[in-house]
């Protein structure tokens, strides 16, 4: 039976009376288990499954708790579990609304369609791109603001101008939606809070809502439309770190103001962490305002062993010694988890562990092996080494204007034939009496006879100032090359013969980094990536985003000079990255992709001033409260080993660092 195995606390908490219940449950204090054990208690004392309302903020969620409710109940598969949109969705379709949920990216399409219809040129300044005000338009909803223009201005002054356009752009978009049924996650819930008010029948006797300190104001909205005097809410002020997508710490710390006759529990007892790694822990979250009084105690008492803090001269040396520190490890590399703030922290750790053979499972961000820049020098490295490999051209020339794959493939299988099986020597050393593009696939759906392509000509690339050989080379008669792609395939030729002359791989990588057509796609990603709202190119953005990807390249770069032959170093990053990628091992996880989970040895890195708290984010959201939050969740997911690291400068970067303050305020002395 649920209730059995509960703590004096848990089960004071489960079995309380029904009426406004607010639970706090610090991390590692066994919330589920009181969730499981309220359930059991309501269906003991005769409320029937069909009456009990579970909100979670995941699916899984919900289902685990009911799979446990139902080895003791076999009625509990009628509780209404789930996530605030799948509940009212559910309840909708029940009430016969005819309605079509969309996904975000279509409803992004159809409001984009009448974004476009506006024109914003009379009004100084520069209006938000379409995508992100319909983000924009989202936060708006979930923060059940009544007016748009007067939340928007708080948040933004400069775009108030633009708010009568933008609200007129709502209003089309929410009148298109209703004249095709279709819903979106907001419009679920408040399509169903209207429902409620307008004496929608609600036999709900109690309303259990997991994870209270992450609602937003919406979800509170609908909370309250919902419940019939009995609510059994469970959340930890501390572990509050959604600000920045509309969660509002102020719902769950005026719990007791908003409902009279309230009861605050909680739960004292933690069952995941040895007393050095909470008390560190709590040391810090302390500096936060204490909402509610909390004083938990460690079941699992002293380990004896303290978290460590390792302090670093630069950040390469950092990531190089973490990595050789978890492969010395005893702890099963599943249970081992590296917590970044930035996603950029995770990036060194994870081609140190690699090198090592280590596999690892990364959660929140980009895995470093997974940026476009990463992918596109592997790429390089790999048809110098390997012109066989067709993927990795095409990959390439991706970045050619006007070359798409279907180009790049016939450019391909072209300079095959001219290099008799040798696409490099196609480039370099073409036997130009070879036919190339000489006919185009039969459709066999059509059952139409083969025909011929018709042949482009190399005039169009004589203003280009090509080498006389290079003009010889059949690949610039295929009919849909432009100018653009023809200049890429010259840089590339240029590249292909300078290189030649190398052996030494970090030579090559040098070499590679400077040539023009590394440039060129450099700054083709630069510039997709530093647009601004409006579409517009963002000269300091652009710049900005040009380092990044360079510094990014850069970490290759000091990987690399451990290896004396090209073919290893691609064989060891390339080759064998699927083994890296799948079943176990060590997790690489932003903190706010690690929250809910536990592992026996941590490591949070990068804990320097800007970079843990990240200066640039605590100005807006949550401010450095948030922070703080973020770190008290990071610490308290350790279970057995903690380390906390640090480094004194970038060398990349070219930055020195201050310690984060959280380190002096747990006490550390640097």
Known sequence: MPLTSLNENQLKSATADMGYNLIIASAGTGKTSTIVGRIAHLLKSGIKPEEILLLTFTNKASLEMKNRVSNFFKDANKIEAGTFHAVSYRWLKRLNKNITLKSTRDLKILFKSIYDKRSFHQIEGDPYQSSYLFDIYSLFLNANAPDFTE???????????????YEGIFEEYEEMKKAYNLVDFNSLLLMMINELKNGCENSFKEVLVDEYQDTNPLQNEFINAVENGSLFCVGDYDQSIYAFNGADISIISTFDERYSDANVFTLTKNYRSYAEILDLANRVIKYNPRIYPKQLEVV??????????????????????????????????????????????????????????????????????????????????????????????????????????????????????????????GFLDPDITQKVFTKNKKSVQLGLFDDF????????????????????????????????????????????????????????????????????????????????????????RFEKARVKILNRVKLLRNLLRNYNSLERFLNAMVLGSSEFTEGAGVNLLSVHASKGLEFKEVYIVDLMQGRFPNTKLASSAGGVEEERRLFYVAVTRAKNILYLSMAKRDLIKKLEFEPSQFLNEAGFKI
């Open 151 to 165: 939340w928007l201005s708080n948040k933004n002054p400069v775009q108030e101008g633009f708010c009568t356009i």
């Open 453 to 540: 392509m018709i042949l482009g000509s190399v005039l169009k690339f004589k203003e280009l100032n090509f080498e006389e050989n290079f003009l010889k080379n059949p690949i610039l008669k295929h009919p849909k090359l432009t100018k653009e792609g023809g200049e890429f395939l010259y840089n590339f030729y240029k590249y292909l013969k300078h290189i030649s002359h190398f052996k030494n791989p970090s030579s090559i990588f040098e070499e590679t980094l400077n040539s023009k057509i590394f440039i060129h796609i450099v700054d083709n990603l630069a510039i997709t990536r530093s647009k601004d709202k409006t579409g517009k190119l963002d000269k300091d």
């Open 300 to 425: 699992r008492g002293k380990s004896g062993i303290n978290p460590k803090l390792l302090v670093y001269e630069d950040t390469i040396k950092q990531y190089k010694d973490i990595a050789n520190k978890i492969s010395l490890s005893n702890t099963q590399k599943d249970e081992i988890a590296v917590l970044f703030r930035n996603n950029s922290s995770a990036d060194g750790i994870e081609i140190y562990l690699r090198e090592l053979a280590i596999p690892t499972r990364r959660k929140g961000g980009v895995g470093f092996f997974d940026t476009k820049e990463v992918k596109v020098t592997l790429d390089i490295l790999t048809f110098l080494h390997n012109p066989k490999d067709i993927m990795s051209f095409i990959h390439i020339f991706e970045y050619a204007k006007g070359v798409g794959s279907a180009i790049a493939n016939d450019i391909y299988e072209a300079l095959k034939i001219l290099g008799h099986g040798n696409a490099k020597k």
